[in-house]
């Protein structure tokens, strides 16, 4: 998966050779270092090698000054291998505008992580290797509960049993060591909607790991768990067949009817169909009668880009928070379910197309939107991560920091990787526009058109249009 940045371009400039990464240098001033990367943080991230796709978990203690004192992770693959519990250690370094790389060394092997941080809780992450591509996150721990309690909106992606596209949200309430709730799951397009789930948990760790299993009529999964927080976790299955990884989120209000829950919603989905990977942005209004109006996307299913694509709709929620919708579109119907973290962020899950053997397997997220935002309302500087394809050339991500003049200029650096070459330290610019009401705009980094899709002030979610390159992401205002 990709940055806005022309991929053909990097390898031609800035400090590029291979996969031998460069020391993060010069960029926009953002008021980073080494010292704003300090504490307890829990990292994850998914990917692929030539032969397996792999997940991470873990933590790790970061001193201020450039050290991985200590930490911890669990890695696993969709081969059945796992190397679990891994004592790790290692070094890193933040560049001024966010940019930065950290090494994390454990007995099994090394691993370089580039990233770009949008404050000094967060980041995002891309893996730097000769056989490997990765994107994930780091996340600042800031407690560890002692007991969980609460309902989780809880959000699995990976493969089954036979290695096929696996999709799952629902609802799970901890209650002490006990588990009760509701799950929908999507099985290579088989939707199953609404399965009832019981299981058990292990009280985390001092480091934040803890173990829970729950059970629905279609199987057990057995998860590892990273807490960030008494509000938000990191999984990954220590199933050897099956291969799921993913987070859930502290359900923290809901809006139980159709008539609360509305207003302008911005939402991003990722997965795959029978024809390839897809990647969908767009946006629409809930309008408190069960309809959806301004309906609006762009996507690209396997190198074919769909533009500005109109649809309409209808939609009924419950007083648990979970939701489902009927995309109605000019040749085609689609199903969506989602699960309320709050009433302004849902964990969605797309549940069944009409299209024959289509096969659709997708999840992803959908947020409360901010209209009337102009091109003045983007100013300052943001952390840019994104992810997808070169058709017919594998995978490749990038992260890099922007600075927004709030006239419609980008200018930044970023890092990136294809499966041929890393680039470091890339001086890129672009464009931004946000040309209707409804937040929807265009753009460009370098070569690359782009789709803008505006959620507030401080996030844009972004989509090329460029049938060759398959990439989704976003910009964050670095705080």
Known sequence: MVSVVALGALVACGDSG?????????????????????GNYVFSANG??????????????????????????????????QTLNEQIKGTYIVNQDG???????GSSEEVIYRFVMQSAASASLFQIST??????????????????????????????LNLNPYGTIGGLTFTGTSITGTIDENDAGTFRPQL???????????????????????????????????????????????FLYGDADLQTSVAGTVASFAGNEVIKTSGFTSNGPILETGRLTLDGTGNLTSAIEDYNEEGVYYDGVTFGGTYAVDATGRWNATLTYPTSTLGLVGWQVSPQQSTVLVTVS?????????????????????????????AEILSGFLVGSGKAES?????????????????????DNVSSNVSESGTYSVTDSNGRGSGTIGT????????????????????????????????
């Open 18 to 38: 291979n996969h031998t990464p460069r020391t993060p240098v010069g960029g926009n001033n953002a008021g980073f270092s080494n010292a704003s990367l300090k």
């Open 131 to 160: 056989n490997a591509d990765a994107v994930g996150r780091i996340e600042l721990q800031t407690s560890v509960p002692t007991q969980l309690s609460g309902t989780y909106i809880i959000r699995l992606d990976g493969e089954d």
């Open 99 to 105: 940019r930065g790389q950290v090494n994390l060394k």
């Open 48 to 81: 692929a090698t030539s032969s397996f796709s792999y997940a991470v978990a873990g933590v790790f203690t970061a001193d201020g000054a450039g050290n991985i004192t200590s930490g911890l992770r669990d890695t696993v693959n969709d081969g059945g291998n």
């Open 354 to 382: 009409n299209r024959p053997n289509y096969n659709i397997v997708e999840t992803g997220t959908m947020r409360a939107q901010t209209v009337g935002l102009t091109a003045a309302s983007v100013t300052g500087n943001y």
């Open 448 to 479: 690359v058109p782009l789709r803008v899709y505006t959620v507030d002030a401080n996030t844009l979610y972004m989509i090329s249009t460029d049938s060759k390159r398959l990439y989704q992401g976003m910009m964050s205002k670095q705080q």
């Open 196 to 242: 009832a789930a019981t299981g058990s948990t292990v009280s985390p760790a001092l480091t934040g790991r803890s173990t829970f299993t729950y059970t629905t009529a279609k199987g057990t999964h057995n998860l590892i768990a990273y807490w960030v927080s008494p509000s938000r976790v990191e999984l990954i299955s220590s199933d050897k067949n099956f």
């Open 399 to 419: 992260g890099g920091n922007f600075s927004a003049n709030g006239a419609g200029n980008l200018n930044g650096t970023v890092d990136s990787q294809t499966q």
